[in-house]
């Protein structure tokens, strides 16, 4: 009965700053600011991983970070969910054709929410936490959570979070999935 | 007790928002040595800037750093203006230097806040953050985002602001000012501040100049520079003088912020007391051709951009010389000697932007 | 006797909720005191909750008999206070609970961890002088050791040991890592050492150790509440007193460094409830 | 083209040049290095009461150049950086991170190189394409 209160109610979030230009970084210190005030959904700013329940990541993956993000998401205790924060670490973003960005976090750790925005305005970063918080719950009861894809979605229904698990492909339902981005999942070219 | 140990301070670090790596060298909880370790957000873009558009370049260049981003710009136009022989007009000089200003308010109440952070001082931080969401607020309702302006381009500015919205700048001003006035108090009078401060990081006025140090960690120590005063925008005419404090401590440097916060204030006052009326911008045709090194006064420091371009519409090289990296190896003097808990304290207090640094 | 255990069980039972709901309204009261709206009231329990339902992450096995260990002797000196024990021999349970809890951070190889054990252990040595000269003073006043002789006495011990009382304050600031004590953990001390002494435990082990914080922060209150025991409400009055001055300080401090806390704890504070217990002793 | 008003200095009066600045109270603000296809150009940026002064000098590849650092300490950094991007090489380096400043194993060799991708061989390499960029 206390169970469904947990996770829903306090995502501690650690924050990764991979390869952003830090205008996605001051909007999440905006969020911990009076105005935003994150606290309020209960979350803190934990700068442990092995704390955090949400890993917030900015920016894009370069060669040299790609192991401390990956390295920092394996800390995480289960049930964990990754939020992608801006169109860097959504996709590269304007850093896309650099000769030292690999793209986005995609690529390294799998995405739960991707917040749009270059910088992502701290609206949006709060309802991204949030939405990670509701996936966490699930991940924990060992329902199936959808992973976002980038590719625009054309005509198929939003998937249903409650469906039975055969309707969704495996590499989905299995919350622990490491990198296993389906096809679909793959990015645009 | 004198146990060696090595702490790699960060890269991911509740105390930065970015990530650089000090690995520390401690005996006990004293530093000893002091190595750093960055390429965490090297990205490359001196080279995508050659790659792209020099106009798509405006947009990209501002995105070196997040917290800065219009004077990137700002500094990026002026050099491709002096290439191409543009005279801009002279009220989108004008209003470069509000939003630029209005860009060096909310840089230093971030760094503020931050400092603030940095020695555990949470109310304070708070209460700095939301003075610092008025100078957003002012940046949202001229711009239309809180950050990323992309006001600038190459030959003036793409958008004006109107009579309305700078009544409400002025507003906005008073009300940031206010709150200013009482957190100033706090900020350099508190008791435990100055205990965390003072005498904390000192930088001496050789060492700083030895060492290459800009901007408000230079003045801190005593030296008088300031390229505002170079008249790159009509800050002499606003009757623009560096401020500059003597002890070079991270005390000094807070409060060489914290007074060009209200001398920023009263510049875009002065500004939009005096805003001309010319059109915002000049058309020009052409590729850009020549090298040129543009500087510009960047709240956190000089910042240094050289062009070379060839009259290809691609830029043959683009170098940015960030204030942070000039601030990198007065940073590396200061803390060998000092205690765990004031390494926050240090770093913070140059105000680093890594970003900026590794591009 | 029946009656004291019931009394010690209840007090196991209840202090981790009033202790949880101290530290939510600390939260709340804090987050006002910044312009903020803040959690809700049971965020603490929210998030032993959740602790509790994270994947077990160890370090070694020794860590978390650590873990269990400083939960369970914070428990032993809460019900010790409940039923008025040994006041010397709960000064040892709750050294050993927080010993507990830096060995336990001591057995994992980060550095940060140590470090925060390493200021754990000069904070004990900078607060435990002030409660033995607390427990001294009780017996002087009281011409017993045991707490239950102060749940008994005829007249209040703040006005016997006014200064120690003060300077008790100092002690519940250090165990709460309240500005400007917030040296070895803290959920907003991250800024030095990352977590310090929690910094390796995870998930359950972690609930524990929050666990055995809401224990603590019931603990300490009531301790505080012992210098009016003759009357309940008074010894309320007291206990939350005590919160609001180290919420008050925890808004108007930064966080100084543990040399400063050593050398003022060993000078000022001490030399305050010395003060009193001479004379304590000489009236 | 306009070239940036600057002195041509070589990397064997190099030193005496800079010395000379340090004493009449120049600040090293940078250094520029720019690919020039069979060798490099390196910019020496100095600043004295907001007057500029540029040092131009040309280095043919495979030649060591000399570090600033024993003049100016925060040279190293910047030479450093070179070092990643272009793969010039530096003597007496205060503190060389050999080629891993900005840059890691994964990460392209030289990739600031504008005619070549070469590695941090100078010598290794093919005599230059100088294949301009993509115009």
Redesign the interface.
Known sequence: MLQQFGLKKSPWVVHFNCNSCNGCDIELLACLSPLYDLERFGVIHVGNPKHADVLLVTGSVNHRNARVLKNVYDQMPEPKAIVAVGVCASTGGIFRDCYNVLGGIEEVVPVDVFVPGCPARPEAVIDGIVRAAEKLELRRRGQPVSRPSLVPETHEPTPNPAAPPETVPATLASPAAPVAAPAELAKTP | MSQR????FG?????????IQLRLILED?RVVEA?PA???????????A??KDFQQDV??IE?????C?FMHAMNYCQGIEQLLGLAVPERAKYLRLIWAELHRMHSHL?FL??L?????????F??T??C??EI?DLMEITAGN???LTTCCIGGVRKDITPDQLKRIGTGLDRAQASLGELGGAFAK?Y??Q??LKGIGVLTREKA????AVGPVAKASGLAMD?R??GYAPYPELGFTPITETNGDAYARMMVRLRELDQSAELIRAAIGRLPDTPLSVPFKGNP?????A?IEQSRG?L?F?I?A?????L??F?A?TPT??N???LL?MLPGC??????VIVVSIDP?I?CT?R | MSTRMTLGLAAVVLAPIVGGLIRGLDRVLTARLQGRQGPPLLQPFFDIIKLFQKEPVVVNRTQVFYAYLHLALIALATFMLATGGDALMLLFILAFSTLALVIGAMSVRSPFSRIGAQREIVMMVAYEPILILMVIGFYLANGSFRLQSVYEASRPMLLSLPLVFIAYLSVVMIKFQKSPFDLATSHHAHQEIVKGVTLEFAGPYLGMIELAHCYEAAFFLGLAGLFWATNAWMAALLAAAVFAVTLLLDNLCARLTTHWMFRFMWTVVFGLALTNIIWLYWR | MSLLPAKTVTPDNLLHEVAVLRQQGYRLVTLTCLDQGTGHTVYYHFDKAYQPLHLRLEIPDGQELCSLSSLYPAAMIVENEIKDHFGVKFTGLALDFQGRLMLTEAAPKTPMNRFRRCGMELDARQPAAATPAAA
Do not use: W
């Not at chain 2, 890269?11 to 990530?19: A, C, I, K, M, T």
């Not at chain 2, 995105?63 to 917290?67: A, D, Q």
């Not at chain 2, 205690?339 to 926050?344: G, I, N, R, S, Y």
């Open positions: 140990t090595t702490i790699p890269p991911q670090h509740p105390v930065f928002p970015e990530p909880e190595l960055i390429g965490y957000v090297h990205r490359g873009l001196e080279k995508l050659e790659q947009f990209l995105r070196i750093c997040g917290i981003s971030l806040a931050l603030a952070d940095s020695f555990g001082f949470e109310n304070l708070m209460q953050l939301r610092r969401e957003l809180r950050i990323m508190d435990t501040i205990r965390r100049h030895e060492l290459g390229l005063q170079t051709t020549g090298e040129v090194a500087r000089e240094l050289f070379k060839n009259g290809s519409k691609n043959e090289r170098r010389r990296f000039a990198l190896a007065p003097h205690e765990l808990a004031d390494v926050p932007c970003s590794e």
